[in-house]
């Protein structure tokens, strides 16, 4: 069973378009965090969220925790070709366990 | 920039052959992990260390051991390698000093078992 799953899977759009993608669970996490992995790197860091309902900005993407903290979206605006990668999310359970990751958003952004 | 390095950053072995990962850490941070990454199964986790000597098992711990003789070294072993140990294999280190704690992750190796 995935305790965290992003949707959609893949996503291929046009220079300019916005998107959103999305990370649900059934479980409550103390914080969520997002990554972009490019090919051949590892996962770089965009955001970390951790109050439910908070919403945080980078430029032109956009992160919301969901109220209960079970959920949170990214929005792109006018996604570019640099935008292109794979999406990860990343969820901090109570206890002292390990992150758990989903399975990515694998964005393609056609020029 | 976490600091973090990884060698070899490619390596293409034999079945049955020992292979040994290294990941490297500029600074003390207390928690370091091994993941592997494959196309279906994102990101899964293999080992992790919350200090020296002080490992604990993972997802798909099976056929990996690790050691951590040093804070900054966490090192990953394949006893004997199979055709599905292929993977990108991740290492990454937490900040903070809790196991859910914000990852940061290092380049990765390619692994070929043949």
């Known amino acids: 069973t995935q305790l965290l799953e992003q949707s959609p899977q893949f996503l291929s759009i046009q220079e300019g378009e916005n998107l959103t993608v999305y990370c649900n669970s059934s479980?409550?996490?103390?914080?969520l965090q997002w990554y972009r992995q490019e090919p051949g790197e590892g996962p770089v860091l965009l955001v970390t969220?951790?109050?439910?309902?908070e919403v945080k900005k980078l430029k032109r993407l956009t992160f919301q925790f969901g109220d209960a903290r079970k959920d949170s979206s990214l929005h792109i605006t006018a996604a570019q070709p640099g935008d292109t990668g794979l999406y990860l999310c990343?969820?901090?359970?109570?206890?002292?366990?390990?992150?758990?990751f989903g399975k990515g958003t694998r964005l393609s952004v056609i020029a | 920039d976490a600091g973090i390095t990884q060698s070899p950053r490619h390596k293409v072995t034999e079945t049955g052959t020992p292979v040994t990962l290294r990941c490297h850490q500029t600074?003390?941070?207390?928690?370091m992990y091994w993941y592997r990454q494959d196309p279906g199964h994102g990101l899964r986790l293999i080992h992790y260390?919350?200090?020296?000597?002080?490992?604990d098992k993972g997802e798909v711990s099976d056929g990996y051991s690790v050691s951590r003789s040093k804070t900054e070294d966490f090192l990953l072993t394949l006893e004997s390698a199979t055709s599905s140990q292929t993977s990108v294999y991740f290492c990454?280190?937490?900040?903070?000093?809790?196991?859910?704690?914000?990852?940061?992750f290092g380049p990765g190796t390619r692994l070929t078992v043949l």
């Open positions: 969220v951790v109050t439910g309902g």
């Open positions: 990343a969820g901090g359970r109570s206890g002292n366990t390990p992150l758990v």
């Open positions: 990454a280190i937490s900040t903070g000093e809790a196991a859910r704690d914000t990852q940061y």
């Open positions: 479980s409550v996490f103390s914080s």
């Open positions: 260390s919350y200090g020296v000597k002080d490992t």
């Open positions: 600074e003390n941070h207390r928690y």
